[in-house]
């Protein structure tokens, strides 16, 4: 595979990872199938997700594989008032990434991020490359301090 930007910025900033590749053919391909793939739990398989704050514009939120984002716990998280998913054809251009490939790594502008708590049950986690059938396993305290996220309770 090519290198990724988020690889590349990975490699810039001296931060280890592992790449994962995988197949990525099926469209409806969830979170929890590349879980399977990559052989690792769900818990330990985070999935980006974009969303748009009525007061704080675009947010990033990182939950595991097998979780639901809850709007009201991440709209408290992120000190807003209402959250709604960023509509899919508007992904691409906020944040330089495609659905299914979206990384937290290296978007387009540096949006606040939040990373689920329970990335912490973890010394690494993975987290797109930034393409379809990439994942890059990275510890959780790089990535956190890489995009300067913050950690909370953000899942159902």
């Known amino acids: 595979m090519t ?4 690889m590349r910025l ?16 099926d469209p409806k391909q969830t979170a929890e199938d590349v879980a399977r793939y990559v052989g690792l739990p769900p818990e330990q398989v985070f999935k980006t997700l974009t969303v748009r704050g009525e007061k704080r514009g675009i947010l990033v ?3 595991p594989a097998n979780a639901s984002l809850n ?3 991440a709209a408290a998280a992120a000190g ?3 959250l709604e998913m960023l509509p ?5 251009g906020a944040t330089g990434y495609i659905h299914g490939g979206c990384s ?5 502008k540096k949006y606040p991020t939040y990373i689920d708590e329970t990335c912490i ?29 913050e950690v909370a309770d953000v899942i159902d």
């Not at 290198?3 to 988020?6: D, E």
């Not at 899919?88 to 691409?92: I, N, P, R």
């Open 10 to 25: 990975l490699d810039a900033a001296n931060i280890p990872f592992t790449l994962f590749e995988y197949p990525s053919d």
């Open 104 to 108: 937290p790594i290296g978007m387009k």
């Open 61 to 63: 939120f990182c939950i």
């Open 121 to 149: 049950l973890f010394d690494e986690i993975t987290v797109s490359a930034g393409a379809r059938g990439a994942q890059l396993l990275i510890g959780v305290d790089a990535l956190i301090g890489y995009v300067g996220a």
């Open 88 to 92: 899919q054809k508007e992904l691409l």
């Open 71 to 73: 709007l009201k716990k």
């Open 80 to 82: 807003d008032k209402k």
């Open 3 to 6: 290198k990724t930007n988020a």
